[in-house]
């Protein structure tokens, strides 16, 4: 059972509450970050006792867990996360589109690219300046100069930016450039980088892990809520299977899955699942059926000279036409179920 405590309480009223709560011989261990607070009680508890505890002026709620993770869970809140990423709210019911190329490579290719997705009613850039590449001898990213030029295009267009960190001192130089911080498939359980996320206060594209379980990856974000950074939005990209046709398979009963084990929004990365742009059209409007709050697409200006996933990223003309695609099909499906 978790007794969630109020965030106004102090140290000092929550010691003598978990005193007091010891004394009818229960096994209970503090769960304290700066954000959030909670009880975690072993045992079976029964009702009268839940009435008791939920009578304490301190306590905001009183929960069973069913599963590993408690803060991810529906048992815990049972009602979508919505998050406003600069007044643009994502989990309302809306769909997000954030495009752009694996990695920033220059200021005018980002320019260029902002630009277009901007026009074709994307809602957030991608790029990448810390790369985690399987080769060390591949394009690493730029770096702090990526992040000031993702900036800039910020500025010039308006829309919100995203960037991977794989490192916490990584996290420290790009909180002062981005909208949102991506936490890639290789650091999903990167946990002091997880423990680093949750003490921030920005919003947090968590993407699963490509041979993470379900569980696993609700326990990766867990660690997040529990710093207390409840802002995590949940990114199937696709996971590795006996199938190598595919550079992954895009586990598209994950978004069902997930939403009924989780509030906190799901979102699909259909280009690092496919890895060849002939396939993205098809698996991102899926996973728009599927229910995904938003999908995260690979443009590129020029994809056969692009430094990284060139081969999955789209051309301009087909993102166009894909972007209006999307949002078509998902008013479709938002007016007819
Ligand atoms: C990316 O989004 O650029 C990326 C590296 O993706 P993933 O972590 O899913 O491989
Ligand atoms: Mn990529």
Redesign the pocket.
């Known amino acids: 059972m978790i007794i969630i405590i109020k965030n106004s309480s102090s140290t000092k009223q929550i010691n003598a509450f978990k005193k007091s709560i010891k004394k009818s011989r229960l096994d209970v261990t503090l769960h304290k970050s700066d954000r959030r607070t909670f009880l975690s009680v072993h045992g079976a508890i029964s009702q009268e006792l839940k009435d008791q505890l939920l009578s304490f002026p301190l306590v905001e709620n009183v929960v069973q867990e069913t599963k590993p993770y408690i803060l991810a869970s529906l048992d815990y809140m049972n009602k979508p996360t919505v998050i406003d990423l600069n007044k643009r709210l994502i989990g309302d019911g809306s769909l997000l589109l954030i495009a752009g190329p ?1 990695a920033v490579e220059s200021r005018k290719q980002i320019m260029e690219i902002a630009q277009f997705v901007m026009e074709c009613g994307a809602h957030v850039l ?1 790029g ?1 300046a810390y ?2 590449r399987t080769s060390p001898y591949s394009f690493q990213g730029l770096g702090e100069k990526g992040l000031q030029y993702l900036a800039e295009a910020k500025e010039k267009t308006g829309l919100a930016v995203v960037s ?1 960190v794989l490192t916490p001192e990584e996290l420290n130089m790009a909180v002062h450039y981005v909208d949102m911080l ?1 936490v ?3 650091s999903m359980h990167n946990y002091p980088l997880l423990k680093a996320i949750g003490a921030i206060n920005k919003p947090v594209l968590l ?1 699963r892990g ?1 041979m993470a379980t379900i569980e696993e990856f609700l326990l990766a974000a867990e660690y997040i809520l529990r710093g207390g950074n409840s802002q995590i939005i949940l990114c199937e ?1 696709g996971i590795r299977t006996f199938e190598t046709l595919m550079r992954n398979t895009l586990d598209i009963g994950a978004i069902p899955l997930l939403k009924s084990l989780t509030h906190l929004p799901v979102i699909a ?1 259909p280009s ?1 699942a496919s890895g060849k742009r002939q396939f993205v059209p098809a698996l991102a409007k899926a996973a728009v059926a599927a229910g995904a709050d938003g999908i995260m697409i690979e443009v590129h200006n020029k994809p056969a000279q692009a430094r990284s ?1 060139g081969p999955q990223s789209l051309l301009f003309p087909a993102f166009k036409k894909l972007a209006a695609e999307l949002f078509q099909l998902h008013s479709f499906i938002r007016n007819h179920s």
């Open positions: 694996c991608r990448g790369k985690p991977e991506q890639g498939a290789r993407k490509m990209r990365d690092h996933d």
